[in-house]
């Protein structure tokens, strides 16, 4: 093999075309990709499909080791970017990656031969993949915000129905404190009023009772006194009225 077909066989861009694809296969697989950045990994994989089959087309001996330098490039730049991407999921790299991609392109017209039917197939393959892979998106955007608006509506009106169930629980909770409330102000003016009247039958029992002890300590009282002014009058005292006297002194 003459050194003008390695120069170009073994040229470090195929290289970076191979670790190119898998690496664009990873980005569009991560969550949450949204149409924008996804059309961009697709249009960077539609770029390196046509630049790979640019260079297998065309006669090495007709390369310009400048031109591959200059594909290798822009590839590079895409690898790196995409990479950026993968780590942080800053959109601005599939940008960078896109602009580098034009260059890309830009090389690959400038590489000599015709383009073949199974070239120009495979590039309106690559064309109609690109645009279905969009409408899928577009689609799927489309369903997830009408699912979301019906799951919204649905929350709301849960929402509602809950807080109309917590109305009514608090308007029962209320009525129930307030017949409690009463319950006990009718069992505490009862309870007043029973002790009340207990303590006027006590006062009474207490009076009477004081009654009748002045009464029993009166009456034999009274009995000795007069039994003491009639021995007073006699001249010899009795024996009740000696057993009287005893009694007073004590």
Same mark, same amino acid.
């Given at each position: 093999?003459?050194?003008?077909?390695?120069?170009?066989?073994?040229?470090?861009?195929?290289?970076?075309?191979?670790?190119?694809?898998?690496?664009?296969?990873?980005?569009?697989?991560?969550?949450?990709?949204?149409?924008?950045?996804?059309?961009?990994?697709e249009r960077l994989r539609a770029v390196l499909?046509?630049?790979?089959?640019r260079l297998g087309g065309g006669d090495p001996?007709?390369?310009?080791?400048?031109?591959?330098?200059?594909?290798?490039?822009?590839?590079?730049?895409?690898?790196?970017?995409?990479?950026?991407?993968?780590?942080?999921?800053?959109?601005?790299?599939?940008?960078?990656?896109?602009?580098?991609?034009d260059n890309a392109l830009l090389t690959a017209?400038?590489?000599?031969?015709?383009?073949?039917?199974?070239?120009?197939?495979?590039?309106?393959?690559?064309?109609?993949?690109?645009?279905?892979?969009?409408? +899928?998106?577009?689609?799927?955007?489309? @369903? =997830?915000?009408?699912?979301?608006? #019906?799951? !919204?509506?649905? *929350?709301?009106?849960?929402?509602?129905?809950?807080?109309?169930?917590?109305?009514?629980?608090?308007?029962?909770?209320?009525?129930?404190?307030?017949?409690?409330?009463?319950?006990?102000?009718?069992?505490?003016? +009862?309870?007043?009023?029973?002790?009340? @009247? =207990?303590?006027?039958?006590?006062? #009474?029992? !207490?009076?009477? *009772?004081?009654?009748?002890?002045?009464?029993?300590?009166?009456?034999?009282?009274?009995?000795?006194?007069?039994?003491?002014?009639?021995?007073?009058?006699?001249?010899?005292?009795?024996?009740?009225?000696?057993?009287?006297?005893?009694?007073?002194?004590?």
């Amino acid at each position: 093999m003459s050194d003008w077909i390695e120069r170009v066989q073994n040229h470090r861009v195929w290289t970076l075309m191979k670790d190119l694809g898998p690496l664009i296969d990873n980005a569009i697989n991560l969550e949450d990709v949204d149409a924008v950045t996804l059309a961009g990994l697709e249009r960077l994989r539609a770029v390196l499909t046509y630049c790979g089959k640019r260079l297998g087309g065309g006669d090495p001996l007709l390369v310009l080791p400048a031109s591959l330098e200059a594909m290798a490039g822009s590839f590079e730049s895409q690898k790196s970017a995409i990479q950026t991407f993968i780590t942080d999921k800053s959109t601005d790299h599939i940008t960078v990656a896109n602009t580098a991609a034009d260059n890309a392109l830009l090389t690959a017209f400038q590489l000599p031969g015709l383009l073949t039917s199974e070239e120009q197939i495979e590039s309106v393959r690559n064309i109609i993949s690109y645009r279905n892979a969009i409408e +899928e998106l577009a689609q799927r955007s489309y @369903e =997830a915000r009408k699912k979301a608006a #019906s799951d !919204i509506e649905d *929350l709301n009106l849960a929402i509602t129905a809950f807080k109309g169930q917590i109305q009514n629980s608090l308007a029962e909770l209320t009525a129930l404190i307030d017949a409690k409330q009463n319950e006990i102000a009718k069992v505490s003016l +009862e309870q007043q009023k029973v002790f009340a @009247e =207990a303590h006027i039958r006590s006062g #009474s029992q !207490i009076r009477m *009772l004081r009654s009748r002890k002045n009464e029993m300590i009166l009456f034999p009282l009274q009995r000795i006194s007069s039994v003491v002014c009639t021995d007073i009058t006699n001249t010899k005292p009795t024996k009740f009225s000696k057993e009287c006297r005893k009694t007073v002194r004590m």
